[in-house]
RNA sequence: AGACACGUAGCUCAGUAGGUUUAGAGUACUACCUUGACAUGGUAGGGGUCGGCGGUUCGAGUCCGCCCGUGUCUACCA
């Protein structure tokens, strides 16, 4: 073994030969229990970033630990098509082509996607290799896969069946950029700069003004009304009167509506009703026309004046605002903060925008979605996370499912020339179902269905619905969805919905919610802020120019460039070590401890990449001991240390099993650290090295010793295996002639299990040396004696049982303090010394040629403090009447016992300080 | 504006049905140690009036109220 661990060396090869086993693929037939896992689909184009990192070693974690305690683990794993974002992509290839999408046609567009899919698609899934993730790949599922796209299929025809699917002609989010809806959650509310101009309005034949207050006024030359509230008496005598519409010179009405503030602007609105959510309910409210200015792409159209026709936003509000400004009818302007609505995927404005568009109706499936949580059919973890879900569904409105994008599952509906929609599986289908002959031209729709429609069938369509239910019944309700906030209203509630009406089940019984990673500042991780991290440059290392080269290469706003540029400069000077993928899987796991905001830390990857080193180096000692043992015999362990250190790891193994129930991951991680460091490392090795190098032991127990060693760590491989698999692997497989175990891999062996007391005597042994050896190594390291020093030591007022414990584990006190010789001796005999108690018992260490008195008592006045400051609270709550009557007895009975073994304490350490006070 | 979180050592975080730790861990810091598993190490140590104020209680980092600060989501008044 080297004498690192090296991460890189290693990864690949284990991760090839646990797929190639097929360690990670479900057992249908078998007769064991099932846990199931869906993991939430990446984009199939895209890249891993932090989330799924973290998101990927919690479920794995999850998984592996199932796996081993005995269940047939089924880790269903599979992408997204994610319509607009691939065609996005694939449309920037084309245009670095020069030819547009509408140039290729439809159909040879849809191939180049599939092509990129084909290229690019097996980005994200070796990634998910790399991170460890024990998924199973035979059963990899893709949204627009035949089988996926049947189920789609399938469902949106039921559901028009059954009235829940319909068109409708309303207002939605346009993008003008991608030219498509998007639906209400696809949007994203951005505070900006903005300002707020205040138009002069004319009284139609009079030579008064109204004044309406606007954040966007180009859209009035799609104004069909200015409203006042009805109780307004400076506007009432108005109303019913006409405003002659500046440039366009249109007479609209004024109207009276309770929507509108008084106390707001100037209290007059103008009303758009074709470009404005509240606009077109007042409109209908009202009566009032409902004039469209907007092309499709975002330019005007033929509605507006001549000179206005083709100009896009932008530029049509500058031009509105000149033309204003010359008929003297800007009052003013002023600076105002505006929400724009952006795209979430193309960042550009978003248009209110009047078309007809697929609905799925929502009203009665939401409140089946919504029993099964109240109901605790479905539960979320933590639970106060079903308060964003319930407050999400009760608002919910009706879904826009139609977009405007050719990368997607097309909409099963056919229209004849008149315009009549028939909805089946194919046009033949169709065709024999209506009696419609070969004469009756029929169109199909052209839109596809949102993504989410499809990923709202995720748990069912992947286990094979609609054509079998072998899988489904076995493996459905999954049992849990390890997923972020962020996507509750998005994802969860809807495959909540959709399941709980295709297949009369929930989706998974438990819903457990993790935190969102952001950079070491709090920020939010995105490509425009520059401050992305690619899981995979933590594992391998990357160096500074390839890391600015990834964060400001394909940039939005090139602006950023150079922030971007220092800003990464500033935070990795040296680039990025590589840490290996169980350094950071550990991280990640360390960091789930259920709060919302994670600040991503690479001191902690430092840390736990130690971590994995001493383990290894652990391991490491075990296999030289072994080299340099003669005739080597496996057999049972047994022993002293033996006892102690599987007492050790049952309270390891407790809380891990406790802490993962709990989806704690932190407290885990935390049981599996402590143990190995500061059980295993730093005391268990400890004493073995001294019993192997002991003349006094026996070259047979120095076998049972090895014994124990051997299978201690083999425990210890499998305990930590679901957190850190690869080098668990590594050192398992290294050891397997030694432990001998009948698996071919840790990663199918089986989770420990505790087990019956072990020698308790013997373990509460070991825990008074350690304490034995702390209390003097305080001593010596308060004092500045060196540890190599050696000393004298005098033990006082011990009892029988002290002194079997010092008989019998005299090696290993002589040895790790470094004691030469060691005394009892009665009261009154002592010699100035230091002084340590443990239980009754004092240990004197002799100041004599070693430590100067007045350092001592520094060192017992500090105790001394220490000490009488608990003793005063604890005093204070005994001499509290209402304490003792209300507080529970044992409490009080502890209390009272700390109490008086602070006084003595207290006593002895005075006593002490005056003895030495005579040396000064 | 509303809802929901969060504010504990320089930094990143635990503190799990109010009283067992004398508020903990990692990291950073200080001193000593280059002793053959590991300097990606060892031993010892310093550092927090648990955001502020008030309340409930015998007892509050832990429960309640208000305030200050931070963040997220939802809804927006043109």
Not at 11 to 35: H, L, Q, R
Not at 467 to 478: E, G, I, N, V
Not at 568 to 574: A, D, H, L, N, V
Not at 863 to 884: A, P, R, Y
Request: charged share 30%.
């Amino acid at each position: 073994m080297n004498k690192n661990f090296d991460p890189s060396e290693i990864e690949t090869k284990w991760y090839k030969f646990w797929e190639e086993s097929g360690f990670f693929e479900a057992k249908p037939e078998s007769n064991k229990d099932t846990f199931c896992i869906m993991i939430p689909p990446p984009n199939v184009t895209g890249t891993l970033h932090m989330g799924h990192g973290f998101q990927n070693a919690l479920i794995d974690t999850l998984i592996r630990f199932k796996r081993m305690n005995g269940y047939d683990a089924l880790w269903q794993v599979g992408t997204d098509h994610a319509g607009i974002a691939t065609q996005m992509v694939v449309e920037r290839q084309l245009e670095s082509e020069g030819i547009t999408k509408e140039d290729l046609g439809r159909e040879e567009f849809i191939k180049r996607v599939w092509d990129w899919k084909e290229s690019s698609g097996n980005t994200i899934t070796k990634q998910i290799r790399r991170l460890g993730s024990s998924v199973d790949w035979s059963r990899e599922a893709f949204t627009m896969s035949p089988d996926m796209s049947q189920a789609v299929l399938e469902v949106f025809i039921k559901l028009y069946k059954e009235d829940l699917i319909y068109q409708g002609e309303r207002l939605v989010n346009w993008d003008v950029e991608l030219q498509t809806t998007l639906s209400d959650l696809e949007v994203d509310n951005t505070e900006e700069n903005g300002s707020l101009w205040h138009l002069k309005y004319q009284i139609t034949n009079e030579s008064k003004y109204l004044i309406v207050a606007t954040t966007r006024p180009e859209t009035m030359l799609g104004d069909t009304a200015v409203a006042v509230n009805p109780e307004d008496d400076r506007y009432k005598k108005y109303i019913g009167k006409s405003i002659t519409l500046p440039i366009t010179n249109r007479q609209v009405p004024i109207i009276a509506d309770e929507y509108v503030d008084e106390e707001f602007g100037t209290g007059c609105v103008k009303i758009t009703p074709a470009h404005d959510f509240n606009d077109f309910e007042i409109g209908k409210r009202h009566g009032l026309e409902i004039i469209n200015i907007l092309n499709k792409d975002g330019t005007l159209n033929e509605e507006v004046p001549k000179s206005f026709i083709g100009l896009d936003r932008s530029s049509a509000r500058k031009k509105v605002l000149s033309e204003l400004e010359k008929l003297n009818l800007l009052e003013k302007t002023e600076p105002y903060k505006v929400t724009i609505p952006r795209g979430d995927r193309s960042g550009s404005i978003l248009e209110p925008f009047l078309t007809k568009q697929w609905f799925m109706d929502v009203n009665e499936i939401s409140k089946k979605a919504i029993d099964v949580v109240k109901s605790e059919e479905s539960t979320f973890h933590p639970k106060n996370y079903e308060n964003t879900y319930f407050a999400w569904m009760k608002e919910i409105r009706d879904w826009c499912i139609s977009r405007q994008l050719w990368w997607g599952h097309q909409i099963p509906a056919w229209y004849d020339k008149d315009g009549k929609v028939y909805v089946g599986s194919s046009e033949e289908e169709i065709r024999k179902e209506n009696n419609l002959d070969e004469q009756v031209k029929l169109k199909r729709d052209e839109d596809v269905l949102d993504t989410w429609f499809s990923s709202a069938l995720w748990t069912f369509s992947t286990l094979g619905w609609p054509k079998s239910r072998k899988l489904l019944d076995r493996y459905h309700p999954t049992d849990v969805l390890v997923t972020g906030y962020d996507i509750i209203s998005l994802w969860v509630s809807r495959m909540l919905m959709m399941t709980t009406h295709f297949i009369n089940e929930v989706p998974f019984r438990k819903i457990f919610v993790h935190g969102l990673i952001n950079d070491s500042s709090g920020q939010k991780m995105s490509k425009s802020k520059g401050n992305i991290i690619d899981p995979l440059d933590i594992i391998d290392g990357i160096d500074l120019k390839s890391l600015i080269e990834k964060r400001i290469s394909g940039l939005m706003q090139p602006k950023m460039e150079e922030k971007i540029k220092n800003q990464t400069i500033k935070e990795f000077p040296e680039g990025i070590k590589p840490y290996g993928t169980d350094a950071l899987r550990l991280t990640f796991c360390s960091l789930a401890s259920g709060s919302r905001e994670v600040r991503f830390d690479f001191k902690r990857v430092e840390g736990y990449r130690n971590f994995c080193n001493k383990l290894w180096n652990a391991s490491r000692f075990i296999q030289m001991q072994l080299d340099n043992f003669e005739n080597f015999e496996r057999t049972k362990p047994s022993g002293i240390l033996d006892d102690w250190i599987n007492a050790r790891m049952d309270i390891a193994i407790e809380k891990t099993n406790n802490a993962l129930s709990d989806y704690r991951f932190d407290l885990a991680t935390q049981s599996i650290y402590e143990f190995i460091w500061y059980e295993l490392c730093d005391w268990y090795i400890e004493f073995c090295k001294i019993n192997l190098n002991s003349q006094s032991l026996e070259a047979s127990e120095k076998n049972l010793l090895l014994n124990s060693m051997i299978e201690i760590l083999e425990k210890t491989l499998r305990l930590s295996h679901p957190f850190m698999p690869f080098i668990t692997e590594e050192i398992w497989q290294n050891f397997k002639d030694l432990h001998q175990s009948k698996n071919e891999s840790v990663a199918i062996s089986s989770f420990p299990q505790k087990k019956e007391k072990y020698g308790s005597k013997n373990a509460d042994d070991i825990e008074w040396v350690k304490q034995f050896i702390s209390g003097v190594r305080n001593i010596k390291g308060e004092m500045k004696i060196s540890p190599s020093k050696t000393i004298t030591s005098i033990i006082q007022s011990a009892n029988e049982e002290d002194k079997r414990k010092v008989k019998k584990h005299k090696e290993l006190l002589f040895e790790l303090l470094k004691i030469k010789e060691l005394n009892f001796i009665d009261e009154k005999n002592a010699p100035p010394s230091a002084i340590f108690t443990l239980g009754g018992m004092k240990i004197l260490i002799p100041l004599e040629g070693l430590i100067e008195p007045d350092k001592e008592i520094t060192r017992i006045d500090k105790l001394i403090n220490k000490l009488q400051t608990e003793l005063n609270s604890i005093t204070s709550k005994l001499n509290n009447d209402n304490f003792i009557e209300n507080a529970p007895q044992e409490l009080v009975n502890q209390q009272r016992d700390r109490s008086n073994y602070l006084s003595n304490e207290i006593n002895n350490l005075e006593i002490q300080h005056k003895e030495i006070n005579k040396l000064i």
